[in-house]
């Protein structure tokens, strides 16, 4: 059972660049959320989805999008990358019943 | 605006003494609270939760107690062991089954052989 997947692990993105990071569940659950993770910030949400084709904005959505096509999967686009997005950046999901969070291993992205 | 606030960033426990970490929180509104474990290079795996209708829960070695009027959380680990160096997030949400969670910045504990 892989549980939540995200790829890639590392990224170095140009100022400007644009890149999808991606996420992917195999237990069937309705919720999925993007996090990041700064030094001295805790995990802050970026965005979050209810289900297939609901999306919602989280504390820091700003250059930031996401689409929710499939139950599975939830990509993470970055428009047009900034020093400032440079950070480590968790995929959750969850059962709609429970706030208990299941994470991936997390994608560590460097913006130059 | 920091709503969930764990203000000590390290804490050194000797092996097998009790490990106690503290949340303390700002919104009233929130109604469950969660703690995760997060090693190097991983992501974060959840350990205990409680709702705010009890005051303690227990699971194993791993405490959580809720002082509502306090608004404070903390984690006990009795008795702690090296595995449980890790850095520990607690996190809030507005009610039980809100998928919005808060979190904290954070504690790295270290356990001391």
């Known amino acids: 059972n892989a549980g939540v997947t995200q790829t890639p692990k590392f990224q170095v993105l140009k100022t400007g660049q644009s890149m999808t990071l991606q996420c992917a569940q195999d237990m069937n659950h309705e919720y999925m959320s993007w996090y990041r993770q700064d030094p001295g910030m805790g995990l802050r949400l970026i965005h979050y989805s209810v289900g297939a084709g609901i999306t919602d904005q989280g504390e820091v959505p700003n250059g930031y999008n996401v689409s929710r096509s499939t139950t599975e999967d939830f990509p993470l686009r970055l428009l047009s990358a900034a020093p400032s997005q440079t950070s480590v950046y968790f995929c959750a999901s969850s059962y709609g019943l429970t706030a208990e969070a299941f994470f991936g291993q997390g994608t560590r992205l460097t913006v130059v | 605006d920091q709503q969930v606030k764990q203000n000590s960033p390290s804490l050194s426990v000797q092996e097998g003494r009790i490990s106690i970490l503290n949340c303390d929180y700002t919104?009233?509104?929130?109604?469950?609270f969660l703690w995760y474990k997060k090693y190097p290079a991983e992501g974060p795996t959840f350990l205990i939760s409680i709702s705010s209708i009890k005051d303690k829960n227990e699971d194993g070695r791993f405490t959580v107690f809720l002082n509502k009027s306090a608004k404070h959380l903390s984690l006990h680990i009795v008795p702690s062991q090296p595995g449980d160096s890790a850095v520990y997030f607690c996190a809030a949400a507005l009610d039980f089954g809100n998928e919005k969670l808060t979190f904290g910045t954070g504690t790295r504990l270290t356990i001391i052989p």
């Open positions: 919104n009233s509104m929130f109604d469950y």
